[in-house]
């Protein structure tokens, strides 16, 4: 019986590696992969059995998720190459006879109307009709913002497109955690998981616990998408990201970003971690 985790190199890949161990999946019941295998050579130390994977070569696949039991399907990167490499991976499941694909989506996939949307909705539908599966529909990172925070304390300002729009973000750790929940216990099959963050946040209140645990005055600054992803390509964003960024943003000013499911404190059976813990670690 042996869980593959795709895109283990990854940061929630990585995670969700580390979660199945903590539960006690002994490490010769995971299957790591990646497009290459040297990036996951520490995984393999611990007795992982890494492969490798590339969903833009499909012949790289079956011997990848042979013998595999469950399987998470971890979203690419390039979003316009999304759906047929993430097609050709449910393809290579259905051969490798999975029993179970979870995938992680993104939140509300069906009806958000981000750019990045379509790609995730088109994933679970093609999912739905092959294989027994579970939508692991992820919020926004925490981290996406933990990490601008020497950009932010340098200029004094969070700067974004959301408004006043409220986003449940939460930490890959925690995602990971739920992950490895669901891959680890019965009675997954066929939900769709909203997961976000139990406390949810303006950037303005981002800004103000940020100033809180800075000990430095920090304010929200509100662009409009236009200006925020000029903003983001003089920052040196690549193009498609920075569209992607400010986007999304304008999908948090409609509350895209935002729900109370519950789902995710449910499933890792704990509250998640806050936007102040997580920013309290990041400045450590
Ligand atoms: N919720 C959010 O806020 C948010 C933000 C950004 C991204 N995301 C989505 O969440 C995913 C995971 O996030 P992350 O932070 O772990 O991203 P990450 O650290 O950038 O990792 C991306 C992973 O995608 C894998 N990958 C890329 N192209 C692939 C291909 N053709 N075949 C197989 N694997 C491929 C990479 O594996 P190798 O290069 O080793 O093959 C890498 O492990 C992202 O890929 C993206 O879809 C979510």
């Not at 895209?256 to 519950?262: A, I, L, Q, R």
């Given at each position: 019986m042996s869980i593959v985790v795709t895109a283990a190199s990854g940061q929630l890949g990585r995670l969700t590696v580390k979660a199945l161990l903590n539960r006690g999946v002994p490490a010769s019941g995971i299957i790591a992969t990646s497009r290459d295998v040297s990036r996951i050579k520490d995984l393999a130390d611990r007795g992982v059995t890494v492969r490798q994977a590339d969903f833009a070569e499909p012949a790289s696949l079956p011997a990848a998720f042979e013998g595999a039991d469950k399987l998470l399907l971890i979203s690419t990167t390039t979003p316009s190459e999304r759906v047929a490499n993430h097609r050709r991976a449910i393809d290579a499941a259905v051969t490798a006879g999975v029993s179970l694909v979870a995938y992680t989506s993104m939140l509300r996939a069906d009806t958000s109307t981000t750019s990045l949307a379509p790609t995730h909705s088109a994933t679970e539908e093609y999912l739905r009709e092959r294989l027994p599966s579970v939508m692991l529909r992820n919020g926004w990172y925490l981290e996406n913002y933990t990490a601008q925070l020497p950009q932010v304390l340098q200029g004094g300002a969070v700067v974004g497109a959301a408004g006043q729009g409220r986003i449940s973000a939460a930490t890959r750790a925690d995602y990971a955690a739920a992950a490895a929940v669901v891959l680890t216990t019965d009675g997954h099959a066929g939900k769709a998981y909203e997961l976000g963050g139990d406390e949810s946040f303006t950037l303005a209140e981002l800004a103000a616990t940020i100033s809180a645990a800075a000990g430095k005055r920090i304010e929200y600054t509100h662009l409009t998408a236009d200006a925020f992803t000029r903003v983001l390509l003089d920052a040196g964003v690549p193009a498609e990201l920075a569209h992607v960024l400010a986007d999304a943003d304008l999908a948090m000013s409609r509350d895209?970003?935002?729900?109370?499911?519950?789902d995710l404190r449910h499933l890792i059976g704990r509250p998640t971690a806050t936007p102040a813990e997580a920013i309290a670690a990041a400045l450590r």
């Open positions: 895209e970003m935002f729900t109370d499911s519950g």
